[in-house]
């Protein structure tokens, strides 16, 4: 059973920075993409960064261009989300995600909290 594990949440101030990371238990077979999404009280989840297999560059969304970065390392089968400047609307819980012929998978989340 693939399982994902997450790391790095945590509370931090305003303008401060986070890297988490997330790595598939068991063998996600050549993934065609990662990904995070997050989701705050009482909103839907929502793409954060996704990456697709192959390509060269990655997707954001608006709320977040500029400040986070996602990379991936595809022999570790490992997805990280590198997030700066962040802002108290960054409050939620993170999830990742993966994709491969298989299916879909995602991890069990974790709290982000930015609070002065």
């Known amino acids: 059973q693939v399982q994902l594990v997450e790391s790095g949440g945590g509370l931090v101030q305003p303008g401060e920075s986070l890297r988490l990371s997330c790595t598939a238990s068991?063998?996600?077979?050549?993934?065609?993409?990662m990904g995070w999404y997050r989701q705050a009280p009482g909103k839907q989840r929502e793409m954060v960064a996704a990456?697709?297999?192959?390509?060269?560059?990655?997707r954001y969304a608006d709320s977040v261009r500029g400040r986070f970065n996602i990379s991936t390392n595809k022999l570790r089968n490992t997805v990280y989300l590198q997030m700066n400047s962040l802002r108290p609307e960054d409050t939620a819980v993170y999830y990742c995600h993966m994709r491969d012929a298989w299916g879909d998978y995602w991890g069990q989340g974790t709290q982000v909290t930015v609070s002065a």
């Open positions: 068991a063998s996600v077979f050549n993934p065609t993409a």
């Open positions: 990456r697709a297999s192959g390509a060269n560059t990655s």
